[in-house]
């Protein structure tokens, strides 16, 4: 059974930056698509980014697109997801995912951590 650990949340102003990590244990996580979903208070939980097993392919949700890159260390089990431009409506508690599908949905979600709370306020 794989553990995933995020971190490098934190507050950060409008138009700031984060990075935040995954760190999967247990299991190699390099034969399963990876992704990122968040939830905010009284909100669904949304799919923001997806990376297949290589890294070859990413996608991510169009509230992000443009400003949020993942990226995967298969040497490091380590998902990555550098947030750029963040805006108040990125507020939310971020999650790591795995899934037997590429791309992720919120359908088929297999493992999550605790996640990590990302706050944009100024």
């Known amino acids: 059974q794989v553990q995933l650990v995020e971190s490098g949340g934190g507050l950060v102003q409008p138009g700031g930056s984060l990075r935040l990590s995954c760190v999967a244990s247990?299991?190699?996580?390099?034969?399963?698509?990876m992704g990122w979903f968040r939830q905010a208070p009284g909100k669904d939980r949304e799919v923001i980014a997806a990376i297949s097993r290589t890294g070859g392919k990413t996608s991510y949700a169009d509230s992000v697109k443009g400003r949020f890159t993942i990226a995967r260390d298969n040497t490091k089990n380590t998902v990555y997801l550098q947030m750029n431009d963040l805006k108040p409506e990125d507020t939310a508690v971020y999650y790591c995912?795995?899934?037997?599908?590429?791309?992720?949905?919120?359908?088929?979600?297999?493992?999550w951590g605790q996640g990590t709370l990302v706050t944009v306020s100024s």
């Open positions: 995912a795995t899934s037997d599908w590429y791309p992720l949905t919120a359908d088929s979600l297999d493992a």
């Open positions: 247990g299991r190699s996580v390099s034969g399963y698509p």
